[in-house]
């Protein structure tokens, strides 16, 4: 399967199982659909790692998750960045207030 240039996951389709990719225009509201998507994969990645840190792993078993952490950490700050950079304007864009959103829950 090719990897579209520039798309961005956003979830699953309910009935197919296929994967959702979409073309977001920056700042967009589907940016920030995408953005929200990002976060939450983070947070549960994060729930997870954290669940199986607790449990002791064995050396091979915590270092089958640095990829995902690698890449869940790389898109991470991919969505921070763009929020830093919209702090110069005016009000805050709805990818920041997503972004805030997202961060209460995950404490």
Known sequence: MSEITGARYVGRDPVT?????IQAEPGGALEAVADTA???AAAALNAIV???IE????DAEAAAFLPAISEALG???EVAARAVDRLDE???GSAARTLGDVLRVSR
């Open 55 to 58: 449990s002791n792993p064995t």
């Open 17 to 21: 199982g296929r994967g959702i990719y």
């Open 90 to 92: 005016p009000a805050y």
């Open 38 to 40: 990002t976060l939450k």
């Open 75 to 77: 898109d991470t700050l």
């Open 50 to 52: 954290s669940a199986v």
